[in-house]
């Protein structure tokens, strides 16, 4: 039953084999969903995405882009080719299959590692997506590098943090088995030319699998970027193909748009960011858990631009209704056997309280691949709503011009530019810009760094969103007090937030960041790499590469008139960010 409230739809193709879909969403939501289903309908709007009708976005080259639509079924003439390559590996007798890639070419795979586990007699996947050097040396320990199957993806072949985690991991591989047998421990995901093919042609790698020039990295994991690692770690690929294929079918260009999972969440999404609802906030049972930074990837990059944005929250937990203001959307996804009471209260109290509430059912774990392809369909189609290019990222590349121009300033004096802290003390430098030093001295921040803490979390506004961008290793142990600064902003300030590691969120969030409206708060958090890791062939450092990424994704913010912060931590980085923690919920609290 729906509330006063509210409007509830349950999807109509879901007695078909697929995830059940429930859209409950306030009453002047239904009626703006129900006009633009009707729009589509008239005006033939499915039919034109399928025939990739430019017009349908920006009137710029997203038909350039679409190869995500038939690539589903292209995989299932492949099928054959992923069940030989999984033999081959296991005949091999592979312990691990490390995946080093990033954005795209990581997250989906991190998904399917999740989701599945280790399958015996099989390598259990890893992925590496940073730069940081504690993490590296993390995953290298984790791994047996004898038995080690390095899969190497990148789509152009020449993305900085995939090139520089091959050379290093190329070099062990050598240093362990010799340069003659190297090769034939690494296979690269790459598109047909690319500067990575090359590489992989002259050091005789295992194997090369090409992925379609006409697909972003991020609407990509049911080709060969998710599929090949998936098919080395011994998943049903087959399973996983099908799913997908039922799900694109379910919003083939004949059905009709009411009837379309993918379209009916695609206009609630769109519909609702332009009513101020743009904090799509993400909640999963915990083997889901890492479909949110997937998704994060897929909206914030094809959303986040020419000032809009639909914003994704990932790993907030669900609290009531009073924490939350009018600019939430609520996704659920879980399996059907996963239910939790607790969640299930929380989302109808945020249903009751007026807020969208989407509910997602998994049948089995390879359904997985239809939710890949829901988000796919309703991310194209909530940026029709929008009217944006929901397949560009112009803003990722000005980071990437940044971090070069860093580096080859380190490779010509040895050193990075100087930079000079607004404040400082024995544990922490504080960084920021001109504009955003004089706005928050003006605010109350003087030599202390718990004045400037407290006067820029005080510039959070109703409807804004506050990002802690940490560049430190992906960890349970770093996490913990992130996560405690989070919530403290959340709480306490009830605004929507969001954790992010650097260098990944450089090739995901880090677009809506900068593209986006100028709705965020940024708090960067950075500190010292002890021990360093030095890159083969490279006179900068993992350090270096990552402290450069980092500049530059604070330069950029600068230049965007963002409200950011950078807090430098001296010493441990455990004992600093718990530090750190404390600081920011005095700061809160005061």
């Avoid at 590098?145 to 091959?166: A, D, F, H, R």
């Amino acid at each position: 039953m729906s509330s006063p409230q509210t409007s509830q739809k349950q999807d109509q193709a879901s007695a078909d084999g697929l995830n059940p879909q429930t859209i409950a969403v306030p009453r002047y939501l239904v009626e703006a969903i129900a006009a633009e289903t009707e729009a589509w309908r008239v005006k033939g709007r499915l039919g034109r995405l399928w025939q990739r009708d430019t017009s349908l976005w920006s009137g710029d080259d997203e038909d350039k882009w679409l190869g995500w639509l038939t690539i589903v079924d292209e995989s299932a003439k492949q099928l054959g080719e992923y069940r030989a390559f999984a033999e081959d590996v296991r005949q091999a007798g592979f312990t691990d299959a490390l995946l080093l890639g990033m954005g795209g070419s990581s997250l989906g795979p991190e998904v399917l590692a999740a989701v599945f586990g280790h399958r015996p007699g099989f390598p259990h996947l890893r992925v590496l997506d940073s730069t940081d050097p504690e993490q590296i040396l993390a995953a290298e320990a984790a791994i047996k590098l004898p038995t080690t199957l390095v899969i190497i993806s990148s789509k152009s072949g020449s993305t900085t943090e995939p090139n520089v985690l091959l050379a290093y991991f190329y070099a062990r591989l050598c240093e362990t088995l010799g340069e003659e047998q190297a090769g034939q421990h690494v296979v690269t995901v790459t598109d047909p030319g690319s500067s990575m093919e090359k590489v992989a042609k002259h050091d005789e790698f295992r194997r090369i699998f090409h992925g379609e020039p006409t697909i972003g990295g991020r609407y990509s994991v049911l080709s060969p970027f998710g599929l090949v690692p998936a098919a080395a770690a011994g998943y049903d690929v087959d399973k996983l193909v099908a799913a997908g294929q039922l799900m694109m079918r379910a919003c083939g260009p004949q059905v009709p748009p009411a009837a379309s999972p993918g379209v009916q969440l695609g206009l609630a999404l769109g519909l609702a960011a332009r009513m101020g609802r743009d904090k799509l906030t993400l909640n999963t049972s915990p083997r889901f858990a890492d479909f949110g930074a997937w998704t994060e990837q897929l909206v914030a990059e094809s959303t986040g631009k020419n000032g809009k944005a639909i914003i994704p929250i990932d790993l907030e937990p669900l609290g009531p209704p009073e924490l939350y203001g009018a600019d939430r959307f609520f996704v659920d996804l879980r399996m059907a056997s996963e239910a939790s009471a607790a969640d299930a209260a929380a989302l109808t109290a945020l249903e009751k309280g007026g807020h969208p509430v989407v509910r997602i059912e998994l049948q089995s774990p390879e359904d997985i691949a239809q939710e890949f392809v829901r988000f796919e369909i309703a991310t194209a189609v909530a940026g029709a709503v929008l009217g944006i290019h929901p397949f560009n990222q112009p803003d990722v590349e000005a980071t990437k011009i940044k971090t070069r121009d860093l580096i080859a300033a380190f490779e010509k004096t040895g050193a990075l530019p100087s930079e000079t802290p607004v404040a400082e003390d024995a544990s922490f430098a504080l960084y920021t810009d001109v504009r955003n030093a004089i706005a928050l001295r003006e605010s109350g921040a003087g030599a202390d760094i718990a004045s400037w803490l407290k006067a820029h979390f005080a510039r959070l506004r109703p409807g804004d969103y506050a990002a802690i961008l940490a560049y430190v290793a992906r960890n349970r142990t770093y996490t913990e007090p992130l996560q405690r600064m989070r919530l403290a902003v959340h709480k306490r300030r009830q605004v929507a937030t969001c954790l992010e590691f650097g260098p990944r969120f450089l090739h995901s969030t880090g677009q809506a960041y900068k593209g986006g409206p100028d709705s965020g708060l940024f708090l960067q958090i950075t500190a010292e790499d002890d021990p360093d890791l030095a890159i083969p062939g490279q006179a900068a450092s993992f350090g270096i590469v990552k402290a450069a990424q980092a500049r530059g994704d604070f330069d950029v913010l600068a230049e965007r008139g963002r409200r950011a912060l950078h807090v430098h931590i001296k010493g441990d980085v455990g004992s600093g960010l718990a530090a750190l923690a404390a600081a920011v919920e005095r700061a809160l609290g005061s």
